[in-house]
């Protein structure tokens, strides 16, 4: 055997874990010991410490592409890893990875399990194969701890890690398979009523993160380190299912247990939809309902078209006097500048306007009430939803046919090692190759069919939520906070149109005009008023 070849090693670790039971200095005093017994150089060594070879990519591990520079300039002869599968276990990669670095003049040995050649078909075939099985392995191994993680949510158990704001862990009787007690996880009371009173000013009256870090600081209520709930805590304490009594783990997600439940349901639905309004649509949801002035930036002149601004005045007083009350008024600036061109008045009393709209959405929820309930589904709509559903369930079934066949070929692979199959190396391959990307067709219809399939139930459960989320509305509305109402108004009402005398007209913004038949048969979502 040829001597002095200059060697680069390679260890990996997929975990944590792994590191701190010193696996990787197992594999470079091994590789170290089989290096020396052939008379090789070791010349550089590299470590990737918890990078997963099945999950993360050969394009996005670092230590790959420095050793295939280094393999283009001809800086080592030997690439030693302590196992083949340290170089990866992607079944759609990693072959083609050792293939890349034989064929560019670099030997790939494991000190373990000896060189790997590619002089013929059957060493290309066991190459394949090597990496195939490790691929299977990490998905089965992927597959139980999901699996397992999946059946401790269901179960309504912890699956482990940070124990979210609201809740605690106590040890309540129950023992694991080692015979250790373990801990359940329980609705902390005290921190439960900090959650509740997030939620309900975040939806309520239209705290945003920041004031709300500010309001419960300045009350006296602080995180579990003694210090104030910061802005990305408590929006990722709003996105939390969890505090509807949900237990998650990735994509599965346990039933709803009363017995963790801090929130209701509606109101964390309520905060994701707000929180969506904000991100995407900002002139739907305020951010802002501090002000006493309920219609701030939805109010226009009727005669020019311009938006009205707030301005407040509280009188002259003499020396001496108390200050007087300070009053809201809704001034158009156009008029102002150009008296000339908008025959309206220059202001309006914003008490007087707020007290108008106050009492026309009372009344007009209050209507709303007695309404009848709509059909929300039409018989073509159900008969759309039926056709969709069919199509993905045929695609789903066309789609574990190809799966099937693939693994048919897979299997094949073996039997054309041992002279017993049916077709040549470089037809399975080829076999192999279509199938896959037929598979990849089918995935992509498949999901398209899905998509289609959720958007027509989503549109008409969106109906359903709207009529849901308005009759919400009527009942908290009256006895809301002046930051509630607001909030409600807000994604209420499009615009108020005001003109001389108090002539006003209300701009709804709502779009499902069943809601709106019994104000006008044709439809019109608008209201009038008149002053007498």
Known sequence: MEKNKRVYCLYRVSTKGQVEKDDIPMQKQYCREFAESQGWTIIKEFAEKGVSGFKVAAADRDAIQEIRQDAEERKFDILLVFMFDRLGRRDDETPFVVEWFIRNGIEVWSAMEGQQKMDDHIDKLLNYIRYWQASGESLKTSARTKTRLSQIVQEGRFRGGIVPYGYRLEKQGRFNKKNHEVNEILVDPDEAAVVRII????????????????????????????TNFANTTIIKMLKNIMYVGILRSGETRSEIFPELQIVPLDLYERAQELMEARTMHHNEVPFNSKGKALLSGMVYCAHCGSKLVLTTSSGRRAKGEPKRETHI?????????????????????????????????????????????????????????????????????????????????????????????????????????????????????????????ADLKSSAVAVQKEYDKIMSWADLYAGSSIEGKKMILRQLIERVNIGRNFEIEVEFKISVTQFFDFLHPEGDKSVYYRAS
């Not at 009256?205 to 602080?222: H, K, M, P, V």
């Not at 039409?378 to 759309?384: A, C, G, I, Y």
């Not at 692979?413 to 076999?431: H, P, Q, R, V, Y």
Request: proline letters at 1%.
């Open 199 to 226: 939620f309900e000013k975040y939806v309520y009256e239209g705290f945003g993160a920041q004031r709300l870090s500010r309001w419960l600081y300045n009350n006296g209520y602080l995180n579990r380190k003694g």
């Open 329 to 453: 008024r809704y001034a158009c600036h156009y008029k102002i500048r150009h008296p000339q061109d908008c025959d309206g008045q220059t202001g309006y009393s914003g008490e007087k306007l707020d007290g108008i709209i106050d009492k026309i959405v009372i009344q007009l929820f209050e209507r709303m009430k007695t309404a009848p309930r709509s059909q929300l589904i039409q018989k073509q709509r159900e008969k759309e939803l039926q056709l969709a559903n069919s199509s993905v369930a045929n695609l789903e079934k066309l789609h574990a046919s190809a799966e099937r066949e693939l693994e048919s070929y897979k299997k094949e692979i073996i039997k054309t090692i041992n002279g017993t199959g049916s077709f040549g190396a470089d037809i399975l391959g080829e076999m192999i190759e279509d199938t896959r990307s037929k598979l990849a067709a089918l995935a992509q219809e498949l999901e398209q069919a899905k998509e289609k399939a």
